[in-house]
């Protein structure tokens, strides 16, 4: 099946080649114009390729690129609740490294090195906040060949967003919707199985196949330490 990306790539070869041949042809201004367009084509083109890659990376999947146990809108809906989930975190870290160090060094006349100290306590800031906003999991209990995954704890994050996320990472090892039957996570630190979530419990419980609660709600927090396992 032709993939959007490869009529992106034919489209762009295409429209290189003849202008380089007809540039190579030609004289005069009209040499200059090609050539300034072979030039800048292909920048403009990567711009907007990238543009979409960051905002609607769904489109440059062909139908048949997405996985076929699942409903496309459905697999869309995740990816683009992933990409937000990052976005929102990133945006809180930054906000909240700015509201803590900003009024110090504004409230001060700042020397080169203490202008150097302010960067670096702001580095270490926003490493500290993004740290404390990353669930790290451990997978190596569905294959051995994953270590660890680290997941982006946003302000809102839900179980359903949680699941599809990691659901995403596992895929060949697991199917859709099996979470509870066939695969679960262990809360290691408090030594149970964490059952009581996913689609499964929330058509049992909630009448929806999504749960929608909170994940601080459900006792996952960033120190929480979670191992994926299969059900033998």
Known sequence: MVNPL???SLF??????TA???AALASGWVQGALTLFAIVFPLLVSGAFFTVLWRKPEVLYAPG???????VGTYVDGMRRGSRGQVELLEEVVRETLESVLPSFLSS???PAEAMQLVNE?????HDGIASRVLTIDLSGVDQSF????????????VSDFLDRLWAMLRDHVKPYTYGTHWVLIDRKGGHVLRDIGTQWAKNNLGSADDERLLKDVGIHANSDLAAVLLR
């Open 6 to 8: 490869w009529i992106i």
């Open 12 to 17: 762009l070869g295409l429209s290189e080649t």
């Open 20 to 22: 380089g041949v007809v």
């Open 65 to 71: 690129d997405f996985p076929e146990h699942v409903p």
């Open 109 to 111: 006349k700042a020397t």
């Open 122 to 126: 702001a580095i270490e800031s926003a």
């Open 147 to 158: 270590l660890q995954a680290q997941f982006p704890l946003f302000e809102g994050a839900t």
